[in-house]
Protein backbone atom coordinates (compact mmCIF):
# COMPACT_ATOMS: atom_id res chain seq x y z
CA UNK A 1 0.00 0.00 0.00
CA UNK A 2 1.64 2.96 -1.39
CA UNK A 3 -0.75 5.36 -1.48
CA UNK A 4 -2.45 7.24 1.42
CA UNK A 5 -6.13 7.28 3.24
CA UNK A 6 -7.80 9.76 4.27
CA UNK A 7 -11.46 9.68 6.05
CA UNK A 8 -14.06 11.97 6.50
CA UNK A 9 -17.33 11.63 9.17
CA UNK A 10 -19.62 12.70 11.55
CA UNK A 11 -23.32 13.06 11.63
CA UNK A 12 -25.89 13.79 8.81
CA UNK A 13 -24.86 17.39 6.76
CA UNK A 14 -21.95 18.16 8.80
CA UNK A 15 -20.22 19.46 6.02
CA UNK A 16 -18.03 15.81 5.31
CA UNK A 17 -19.13 15.51 1.34
CA UNK A 18 -18.10 19.32 0.99
CA UNK A 19 -14.82 19.26 2.43
CA UNK A 20 -13.91 15.51 1.16
CA UNK A 21 -14.61 16.99 -2.13
CA UNK A 22 -12.46 20.85 -1.68
CA UNK A 23 -9.52 18.86 -0.27
CA UNK A 24 -9.54 15.93 -3.18
CA UNK A 25 -9.32 19.41 -5.44
CA UNK A 26 -6.59 21.03 -3.17
CA UNK A 27 -4.36 17.72 -3.69
CA UNK A 28 -5.37 17.61 -7.38
CA UNK A 29 -3.77 21.39 -7.83
CA UNK A 30 -0.39 19.70 -6.56
CA UNK A 31 -1.04 17.09 -9.82
CA UNK A 32 -1.12 14.30 -7.15
CA UNK A 33 -3.72 11.68 -8.42
CA UNK A 34 -6.97 11.09 -5.90
CA UNK A 35 -9.69 8.79 -6.07
CA UNK A 36 -13.02 10.68 -4.24
CA UNK A 37 -14.96 7.93 -3.07
CA UNK A 38 -17.81 7.64 -0.68
CA UNK A 39 -19.70 4.70 1.66
CA UNK A 40 -22.03 3.42 1.65
CA UNK A 41 -20.83 2.69 -2.46
CA UNK A 42 -18.00 4.06 -4.32
CA UNK A 43 -18.12 0.74 -6.55
CA UNK A 44 -20.67 -0.59 -8.72
CA UNK A 45 -21.82 -3.50 -6.45
CA UNK A 46 -21.67 -1.01 -3.22
CA UNK A 47 -23.82 1.20 -4.78
CA UNK A 48 -26.55 -1.36 -5.24
CA UNK A 49 -26.41 -2.09 -1.49
CA UNK A 50 -26.34 1.15 -0.93
CA UNK A 51 -29.45 1.38 -2.61
CA UNK A 52 -31.15 -0.89 -0.83
CA UNK A 53 -29.69 0.34 2.81
CA UNK A 54 -31.23 4.34 2.51
CA UNK A 55 -34.30 3.42 1.19
CA UNK A 56 -35.16 1.80 4.52
CA UNK A 57 -36.34 -1.22 3.25
CA UNK A 58 -33.71 -3.23 5.27
CA UNK A 59 -34.55 -1.60 8.16
CA UNK A 60 -37.46 -3.77 9.72
CA UNK A 61 -34.43 -6.79 9.55
CA UNK A 62 -32.58 -4.92 12.16
CA UNK A 63 -29.43 -3.10 13.06
CA UNK A 64 -27.21 -6.04 12.87
CA UNK A 65 -28.75 -7.29 9.16
CA UNK A 66 -27.74 -3.69 8.45
CA UNK A 67 -24.39 -3.85 9.64
CA UNK A 68 -23.91 -6.96 7.50
CA UNK A 69 -25.25 -5.35 4.62
CA UNK A 70 -22.77 -2.30 4.79
CA UNK A 71 -19.69 -4.77 5.24
CA UNK A 72 -20.76 -6.23 2.34
CA UNK A 73 -20.58 -3.02 0.54
CA UNK A 74 -17.49 -2.36 1.91
CA UNK A 75 -15.64 -5.03 1.11
CA UNK A 76 -16.73 -4.76 -2.51
CA UNK A 77 -15.85 -1.23 -2.22
CA UNK A 78 -12.30 -1.48 -0.98
CA UNK A 79 -11.46 -4.56 -3.56
CA UNK A 80 -12.68 -2.91 -6.67
CA UNK A 81 -11.66 0.59 -5.59
CA UNK A 82 -9.67 1.71 -2.37
CA UNK A 83 -6.65 -0.83 -2.39
CA UNK A 84 -6.02 -1.10 -6.50
CA UNK A 85 -6.05 3.03 -6.07
CA UNK A 86 -3.63 3.16 -2.68
CA UNK A 87 -1.13 0.51 -4.44
CA UNK A 88 -1.06 2.38 -7.45
CA UNK A 89 -0.13 4.77 -5.07
CA UNK A 90 -3.13 7.17 -5.10
CA UNK A 91 -4.74 9.54 -2.88
CA UNK A 92 -7.82 8.20 -1.75
CA UNK A 93 -10.37 10.32 -0.27
CA UNK A 94 -13.63 8.88 1.23
CA UNK A 95 -16.62 10.23 2.61
CA UNK A 96 -17.59 7.86 5.64
CA UNK A 97 -15.71 4.65 6.43
CA UNK A 98 -15.51 2.21 9.49
CA UNK A 99 -16.65 4.71 12.00
CA UNK A 100 -19.70 5.73 10.71
CA UNK A 101 -20.56 1.28 11.18
CA UNK A 102 -18.72 1.69 14.46
CA UNK A 103 -21.34 4.83 15.73
CA UNK A 104 -24.26 4.31 13.79
CA UNK A 105 -24.90 0.64 13.37
CA UNK A 106 -22.26 0.01 16.76
CA UNK A 107 -23.01 2.19 19.28
CA UNK A 108 -26.46 3.70 18.01
CA UNK A 109 -27.94 0.07 16.96
CA UNK A 110 -26.47 -1.84 20.00
CA UNK A 111 -24.54 -4.50 17.86
CA UNK A 112 -22.30 -6.56 19.65
CA UNK A 113 -19.00 -4.82 18.91
CA UNK A 114 -17.51 -8.36 18.85
CA UNK A 115 -19.28 -8.69 14.91
CA UNK A 116 -18.39 -4.88 14.37
CA UNK A 117 -14.96 -5.60 15.01
CA UNK A 118 -15.16 -8.70 13.00
CA UNK A 119 -16.91 -7.39 9.79
CA UNK A 120 -14.60 -4.86 10.16
CA UNK A 121 -11.28 -7.48 9.84
CA UNK A 122 -12.78 -9.31 7.02
CA UNK A 123 -13.75 -6.04 5.19
CA UNK A 124 -10.58 -3.45 5.49
CA UNK A 125 -7.99 -5.71 5.55
CA UNK A 126 -4.60 -3.33 5.12
CA UNK A 127 -7.02 -0.66 3.93
CA UNK A 128 -6.77 1.20 7.09
CA UNK A 129 -7.28 5.02 7.05
CA UNK A 130 -3.97 6.93 8.17
CA UNK A 131 -6.41 10.22 8.78
CA UNK A 132 -9.53 10.99 9.85
CA UNK A 133 -11.54 13.86 9.95
CA UNK A 134 -14.83 13.93 12.07
CA UNK A 135 -16.82 16.73 11.64
CA UNK A 136 -18.48 18.05 14.77
CA UNK A 137 -21.82 20.01 14.40
CA UNK A 138 -24.86 20.09 16.41
CA UNK A 139 -27.41 17.61 14.99
CA UNK A 140 -30.03 20.20 14.81
CA UNK A 141 -27.40 22.19 12.61
CA UNK A 142 -26.40 19.22 10.79
CA UNK A 143 -30.04 18.23 9.75
CA UNK A 144 -31.22 21.57 9.35
CA UNK A 145 -27.93 21.89 6.64
CA UNK A 146 -29.32 18.64 5.27
CA UNK A 147 -32.96 19.21 4.79
CA UNK A 148 -32.26 22.67 2.68
CA UNK A 149 -29.67 20.53 0.83
CA UNK A 150 -31.76 17.84 -0.52
CA UNK A 151 -34.94 20.34 -0.75
CA UNK A 152 -38.67 18.40 -1.55
CA UNK A 153 -37.24 15.35 -1.58
CA UNK A 154 -37.78 12.89 1.51
CA UNK A 155 -34.95 12.41 4.30
CA UNK A 156 -33.36 9.05 4.03
CA UNK A 157 -33.36 5.79 6.55
CA UNK A 158 -30.84 7.52 8.72
CA UNK A 159 -31.37 11.24 8.29
CA UNK A 160 -34.99 10.42 9.41
CA UNK A 161 -34.37 9.43 12.82
CA UNK A 162 -34.94 11.18 16.33
CA UNK A 163 -33.03 14.54 17.24
CA UNK A 164 -31.96 12.47 20.50
CA UNK A 165 -30.84 10.16 17.77
CA UNK A 166 -28.60 12.70 16.31
CA UNK A 167 -27.14 14.23 19.24
CA UNK A 168 -26.04 10.68 20.81
CA UNK A 169 -24.50 10.32 17.42
CA UNK A 170 -22.54 13.39 17.78
CA UNK A 171 -21.21 12.06 21.20
CA UNK A 172 -20.22 8.65 20.22
CA UNK A 173 -18.43 10.46 17.74
CA UNK A 174 -16.60 13.25 20.17
CA UNK A 175 -16.03 10.09 22.12
CA UNK A 176 -14.79 7.79 19.49
CA UNK A 177 -12.54 11.08 18.45
CA UNK A 178 -10.82 10.99 22.12
CA UNK A 179 -10.48 7.37 21.98
CA UNK A 180 -7.59 7.21 18.79
CA UNK A 181 -6.54 10.71 18.62
CA UNK A 182 -3.29 9.41 16.57
CA UNK A 183 -5.53 9.19 13.73
CA UNK A 184 -8.90 11.15 14.44
CA UNK A 185 -9.14 14.71 13.90
CA UNK A 186 -12.11 16.69 15.46
CA UNK A 187 -12.88 19.72 13.69
CA UNK A 188 -15.31 22.44 14.79
CA UNK A 189 -18.14 22.23 11.50
CA UNK A 190 -19.96 24.85 12.67
CA UNK A 191 -17.24 27.26 11.48
CA UNK A 192 -17.40 28.98 7.87
CA UNK A 193 -16.64 26.95 4.94
CA UNK A 194 -13.20 28.24 4.23
CA UNK A 195 -12.10 28.18 8.21
CA UNK A 196 -12.89 24.60 8.06
CA UNK A 197 -11.06 23.97 4.47
CA UNK A 198 -7.92 25.74 5.94
CA UNK A 199 -7.83 23.42 9.27
CA UNK A 200 -8.34 20.49 6.82
CA UNK A 201 -5.50 21.79 4.99
CA UNK A 202 -3.09 22.44 7.41
CA UNK A 203 -3.55 19.14 9.38
CA UNK A 204 -3.31 16.75 5.96
CA UNK A 205 -0.08 19.15 4.92
CA UNK A 206 1.76 18.42 8.71
CA UNK A 207 0.92 14.86 9.01
CA UNK A 208 1.42 13.44 5.47
CA UNK A 209 3.11 16.07 3.69
CA UNK A 210 1.17 16.44 0.04
CA UNK A 211 3.64 19.23 -1.22
CA UNK A 212 6.92 16.94 -0.98
CA UNK A 213 4.73 13.85 -2.08
CA UNK A 214 4.61 15.47 -5.61
CA UNK A 215 8.23 15.65 -6.10
CA UNK A 216 8.16 11.82 -4.95
CA UNK A 217 5.82 10.67 -7.15
CA UNK A 218 7.51 12.73 -10.14
CA UNK A 219 11.20 11.38 -9.16
CA UNK A 220 9.88 7.47 -8.57
CA UNK A 221 11.75 7.70 -4.95
N1 LIG B 1 -24.18 4.82 7.31
C1 LIG B 1 -23.13 4.85 6.46
C2 LIG B 1 -24.28 3.86 8.32
O1 LIG B 1 -25.27 3.83 9.06
N2 LIG B 1 -23.27 2.95 8.45
C3 LIG B 1 -22.18 2.92 7.63
O2 LIG B 1 -21.29 2.06 7.79
C4 LIG B 1 -22.10 3.91 6.58
C5 LIG B 1 -20.93 3.93 5.66
C6 LIG B 1 -25.23 7.71 4.25
C7 LIG B 1 -25.99 7.19 5.45
O3 LIG B 1 -25.57 5.89 5.76
C8 LIG B 1 -25.28 5.79 7.13
C9 LIG B 1 -24.95 7.17 7.58
C10 LIG B 1 -25.78 8.06 6.67
O4 LIG B 1 -27.01 8.28 7.30
P1 LIG B 1 -25.43 9.86 2.80
O5 LIG B 1 -26.51 10.22 1.83
O6 LIG B 1 -24.13 9.50 2.23
O7 LIG B 1 -25.97 8.72 3.73
O8 LIG B 1 -25.48 11.04 3.81
P2 LIG B 1 -24.42 11.72 4.73
O9 LIG B 1 -23.14 10.97 4.71
O10 LIG B 1 -24.98 12.01 6.05
O11 LIG B 1 -24.16 13.03 3.93
P3 LIG B 1 -24.89 14.40 3.95
O12 LIG B 1 -24.82 14.82 2.52
O13 LIG B 1 -26.20 14.40 4.64
O14 LIG B 1 -23.97 15.28 4.83
P4 LIG B 1 -22.52 15.83 4.62
O15 LIG B 1 -21.82 15.21 3.48
O16 LIG B 1 -21.87 15.78 5.93
O17 LIG B 1 -22.79 17.37 4.31
P5 LIG B 1 -22.56 18.20 2.98
O18 LIG B 1 -21.14 18.45 2.75
O19 LIG B 1 -23.39 17.62 1.91
O20 LIG B 1 -23.19 19.58 3.48
C11 LIG B 1 -24.58 19.72 3.73
C12 LIG B 1 -25.00 21.16 3.40
O21 LIG B 1 -24.35 22.05 4.30
C13 LIG B 1 -23.58 23.01 3.58
C14 LIG B 1 -23.31 22.38 2.20
O22 LIG B 1 -23.13 23.33 1.20
C15 LIG B 1 -24.59 21.57 1.98
O23 LIG B 1 -25.60 22.37 1.44
N3 LIG B 1 -22.33 23.25 4.35
C16 LIG B 1 -22.14 24.32 5.13
N4 LIG B 1 -22.92 25.36 5.40
C17 LIG B 1 -22.41 26.29 6.26
N5 LIG B 1 -21.19 26.21 6.83
C18 LIG B 1 -20.36 25.18 6.58
N6 LIG B 1 -19.16 25.10 7.16
C19 LIG B 1 -20.85 24.17 5.69
N7 LIG B 1 -20.31 23.00 5.23
C20 LIG B 1 -21.25 22.46 4.42
Known amino acids: MRGHFITFEGGEGSGKSTHAAALAQRLKSLDLEVVLTREPGGSTGAEIIRHILLSGIAKPLGAETEAILFAAARDDHVRSTILPALDAGHW ?39 LTFILDV ?48 LIDGRAPRDVVAEKIWSTVRERLHPDTAGIAEATGT
Not at 162 to 180: P, T
Open 138 to 185: PAQVGLARAKSRRGQDAADRFEAESMEFHEKLRQAYRALAGEEPARCV
Open 92 to 130: VICDRFIDSTRVYQGILGNVDQRLIRSLERVTVGPAVPE
